[in-house]
């Protein structure tokens, strides 16, 4: 499917891609990607299993990339498009490069960080924006997909 | 002081050592070492400031120095003695390695992990002991003094 460029689908689809590389490696296919000016900075999918390093999440992964690549510690103009609702791990790890925005593709019920937060306690920096359901059906299929077929 | 070889105040105190290494490099003073079998495997301080990356917490760097050494992404048979409580991040990232034990220093209120856990949700693996209080004082003081001279 073709997606405005652009806009959230599009962006989404990108982070749905780095997924798809994470699942044919055999790894939890979660995928994310980070944007400046409209311009995709950085890449990244789960890649525990590879690295033996079970804090190697695509989020955190894409994050160290755009602090390279910034030579930044903070990410206050940049949006992040992951295709998984990220855990408590990597929504701490949002928290502190007060990213602008992160917008995500299918929840997590389990392991998300949304059931730990609040109103008083968001997880994520108080002036990083939130978006939720995009690509939804599409992110979480790839997830689904990749447990039904590890537990046979 | 002189901790007797073994004890929780003995290996805190070689994290304190690692915090101390933070202070004098102007990053804010943490330390973590991991201990498996009574021996220290992994030792880091907070570079956060080094690397230009907010996530490069001592825990973080410690946890990824242990799964190295192992070549394992699971920690249950060691124990982690950090200076100050983990922050969210940090919790989540212990979560994943299902450490088999969590000694903290000093606590941390207001970045602190356990704000965020309850008795249905610990934030650290169910399996994880936690551990509070040892050389608290010292460890404390030393992330209290550091932000006072921060200020001046």
Redesign the interface.
Known sequence: MEYKFGSDEYFMNEAYKQAEIAYEQHEVPVGAIIVSNGKIIAKAHNQ??M?????AHAE?LA??SA??YF????LPDCTLYVTLEP???????L????IGKVVIGANDEKRG?I??SSPQ?K?LHPKTILEEGVLSEQCGNLVTDFFKKLRK
Chains 1, 2 share one sequence.
């Open positions: 525990t299993e690295l033996t390093d079970s804090t955190i994050l160290t602090f390279d030579g930044a510690k903070y855990c408590t791990m990597c929504a701490g790890a928290y502190w490069s007060q960080y059931r730990l306690e997880v």
